[in-house]
């Protein structure tokens, strides 16, 4: 008898931890599948390419919808996520089913997001405060600094993941002024140039 109320205190006590809000953090075997085929790219660029940073990446999977978490922080060296936050895609990327099917470009006064591999380049104080300019490695991207794409927050995005979609930007990855706090420490304390890779 002793035993099954044992049994039964810890089935009880491991159902009570693990609840859906939980699952938040981890990525669906699609998502991890495009996070990982990214990240070797990234890998493979900075390994041939001097000047980029080794230890860290950053990546924006389009796929997810806008009011989840899909600006990634990764550790290259350690392989992990190690942070993450809500990011905006251009107005002009929707396609007319709300965040659902998106369209890119790289033409200038599309308001579209753009896809392929930027590197973070000298911050700036404009409009909406510091701001990081993006230069485009990729034919898909390389309008990027015509375009005055940059990295940049705004008070309204949001810190917290939504069921909503968030606010659109010109073209931008534009997030929340706390997330990009934490992504301004890491890229003003890199020795060398921090990579973006933005995929679809």
Known sequence: MRIFFMALLLSLSSFTTYNVTDKKDFLSELELVRLNEHVSEVKSFTASNHGYSRKIAFLVDMKIKSGKNRFFVYDLENERIIDQGLVAHGSGSETGIKGDILQFSNAPNS???????????KSYKGVFGKAFRLAGLDQTNNNALKRAIVLHCYKEVPDEEKEYYIINSHGCPMVSEVFFKRLEKIIDSSDSKIMLSVYY
């Open 111 to 121: 308001n579209c997001t753009s896809l392929g591999r930027y590197s973070i380049e």
